[in-house]
């Protein structure tokens, strides 16, 4: 079936053909409108899901942890201030080891007020546990909560996919949705390997002594890593059966580029337009997409790489005293690479709180990183009024 | 007294945000005239808000404000009055911002018996975000979290926040601006944490999903529930039902304000080390 969606229905969408089981919410600007739209779809008979009013997102999260815990496929929507009130919660689902599923529409942090997008609020999570998807498409967002309740329940993690506040988030699209029959297929039922059994009882979140917590730190790791193979293996199976595949990260005329641009997200259609423009004139110019973040595919990324000269990532956030956290990511994954294989990596601040990264701030960067003779490691903001 | 609202207002901030009717724009009016006659410098006093329509308000205030995140403006507030106890401190607060986010810190400022003035404007739903149910949604009303009629039994903020022991407690409505005007004065001139709510017409969210989104009509429709407190002193339990007694339902003078406890222990601490 195919319907015309914004970004956001795409979520509700998406987690309806999941069969997600309790929804859990806080109403928040530009998220509402997901939870509208599950509230439309459970009052329709569309979907089979208990709803939970709660009081904030803190809350949220706790619901949607406890009914995770009660061995319910679950799903929950925020965005901004709402993710970082949840902060608490995020590392309880994660250290808990609950693949509880979730939309983040990106939106800046305040103050100054904006419900503009930027990615600072989910990167600020980055550090939590939870699996990141960044999505450009609002295809791309429906299909990844599937995906994504495939790989959570595979490794025990948490999903977090991340869309625009309101490029995304609002806009409309032609969508296919797969249903919940034919997603059945691909995503069989939630079967908790443990959880609140009133036949076998299990005790959850006791206290952890210091010769057993880093253990169970380094088994998140290990599930980290093993999220890495799910996650292609589930975007893989995701392409055979219905037609439609993203990668963990994606290239696009890199592979003989000087330069190649990073991007996550929406800026990633606007730069694809750039870099066919920019190649009808005869420049070398390529693009990386990161679809996930987290786990990082740092391997992905170092071959997507290797072979050019620069590397111009526009981070639509700020580590404030450090740059752009997706080049401190890039960097990191290739300092161990050999010198002919390690590109300069030049970082871009670009549309923060909303403001538009049109083509020709695209092309702005792609003039400036050709130009740069030496990798200093400095952040370059791009379109800063005096 | 004349009053002046544009010496009160930044008007380049203008037009508000605010939809056409609302009651926001009555009660902001009537706390401005409650502010210009305890007469008060400007200066010494400071506006705070949470988030949300009713939130906005400071931002069009031309005095000293903090427009801070949902559900925390009183414990900014306290920050605020316990820095600088000679100055005013007024917080602006939705339904959903005071009692459901906020609802920990509301209870406790009542019970710390802070002097602080909050005006808590109850439109009975989230205004901003598009009409979910706040913790004072009648039962059986509709909005967006519960298109088939509202299962949350609603709070009575007043009762709560007399039970947790604020020491003025009012109750006004959009219908009577001047009545809101004196019982604002009277939480402004009290020592101690007042509490006004307001009873106010929301409607584009909530009205438009219960058959009230003209606000006249919504407004009238609020009105009609409302019996003064002399009157509803007079009435049983069962006549009271679906009423809201209006004017100053509780005030208790003689409890100590926290920063004057405060002080005592700070007294005694400093007499300690000295000995
Ligand atoms: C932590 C957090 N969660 C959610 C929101 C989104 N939000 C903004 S205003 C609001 C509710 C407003 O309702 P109310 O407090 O009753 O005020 P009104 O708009 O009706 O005046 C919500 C949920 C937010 N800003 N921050
Ligand atoms: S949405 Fe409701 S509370 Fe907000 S300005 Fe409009 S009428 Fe007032």
Not at chain 1, 88 to 107: D, K, T
Request: net charge negative.
């Amino acid at each position: 079936m195919q319907k015309i969606l914004t970004g956001n229905e795409s979520a509700a969408w998406g987690a309806m053909c999941a069969m997600a089981q309790v929804v859990s919410a806080y109403p928040i600007t530009p998220q509402t409108t997901i939870i509208e739209e599950l509230a439309n779809l459970v009052a329709k008979g569309m979907l089979k899901a208990e709803f939970i009013k709660v009081e904030s997102e803190h809350s949220a999260m706790a619901g949607c942890i406890g009914a995770q815990a009660a061995g319910a496929r679950t799903f929950t929507a925020t965005s901004a201030q709402g993710l970082a009130l949840m902060h608490e919660m995020l590392h309880w689902a994660a250290l808990g080891r609950l693949p509880v599923v979730m939309a983040n529409v990106n939106r800046a942090m305040a103050p100054g007020w904006s419900i503009w997008t930027d990615q600072n609020d989910s990167l600020a999570q980055r550090d939590t546990g939870w699996l990141q998807y960044y999505c450009e498409s609002n295809q791309e967002v429906l299909d990844t909560v599937i995906q994504a309740y495939k790989v959570a329940e595979a490794v025990d993690l948490p999903v977090m996919l991340v869309l625009d506040a309101f490029f995304l988030s609002h806009t409309y699209e032609a969508v296919d949705i797969p249903g919940q029959e034919r997603t059945l297929g691909y995503l069989p039922p939630y079967k908790p390997s443990i959880y609140l059994d009133v036949n076998e009882p299990h005790a959850f979140g006791g206290i952890v002594p210091q010769d057993v917590y880093m253990e169970f730190r380094y088994k998140m790791q290990l599930a980290m890593d093993q999220a890495l193979e799910e996650a292609d293996k589930a975007d893989e199976e995701f392409n055979r059966m219905f037609g439609r595949g993203y990668g963990l990260i994606e290239r696009y005329h890199s592979d003989d580029a000087e330069t190649i641009l990073v991007t996550a997200g929406t800026a990633t259609s606007t730069a694809r337009v750039v870099i066919d423009d920019l190649r009808a004139r005869g420049r070398s110019v390529g693009l990386l997409k990161i679809r996930l973040f987290r786990p990082f595919p740092a391997q992905l990324v170092r071959e997507a790489l290797a072979g050019c000269r620069r590397v111009a990532v526009l981070d639509r956030n700020i580590c404030v005293g450090m740059g752009g956290i997706f080049a401190q990511e890039i960097r990191s994954a290739l300092y161990h690479q050999p010198p002919e294989r390690r590109p300069h990596i030049h970082g871009y601040i670009v549309g923060l709180g909303g403001r538009d990264i049109i083509p020709e701030v695209i092309e702005q960067i792609a003039d400036d990183a050709e130009k740069r003779t030496v990798d200093d490691g400095r952040m370059i903001w791009i379109g800063l009024k005096d | 007294m004349a009053m002046h609202y544009k010496d009160f207002l930044r008007i380049d901030h203008m037009p508000h945000m605010w939809c056409p009717g609302c009651g926001i724009g009555i009660i902001v009016k009537a706390m401005l005239r409650a502010i210009q006659t305890v007469e008060w410098p400007i200066n010494d006093i400071a506006v705070i808000s949470g988030i949300g329509c009713t939130s906005r308000a400071p931002g069009y205030l031309d005095m000293n404000t903090l427009h801070t995140t949902h559900g925390r403006a009183l414990t900014f507030a306290t920050g605020i009055k316990l820095m600088r106890p000679d100055k005013h401190v007024v917080v602006i607060s939705g339904d959903g911002d005071a009692a459901a986010i906020g609802g920990n810190h509301l209870v406790h400022s009542c019970r710390r018996n802070i002097d602080i003035t909050l005006i808590i404007v109850n439109n009975n739903i989230y205004g901003m975000t598009g009409g979910q149910c706040s913790p004072t949604t009648p039962l059986g009303a509709k909005a967006a979290t519960s298109p088939w009629g509202n299962a949350d039994p609603p709070f009575d903020i007043s009762s709560l926040c007399k039970g947790a022991g604020a020491t003025y407690v009012a109750r006004g409505h959009v219908g009577s601006g001047v009545q809101l005007e004196r019982l604002i004065r009277g939480g402004l001139n009290h020592k101690g944490f007042a509490v006004i709510e307001v009873l106010s017409n929301c409607h584009t969210q909530f009205g438009r999903r219960n058959k009230l989104s003209d606000p006249i009509e919504l407004i009238n429709n609020i009105v009609a529930k409302t019996v003064n407190v002399r009157q509803a002193a007079k009435m049983s339990r069962e006549e009271l039902a679906g009423k809201y007694p209006v004017g100053l339902l509780h005030q208790d003078e003689e409890r100590e304000e926290y920063y004057e406890a405060y002080k005592k222990v700070i007294q005694l601490a400093e007499a300690a080390l000295k000995r």
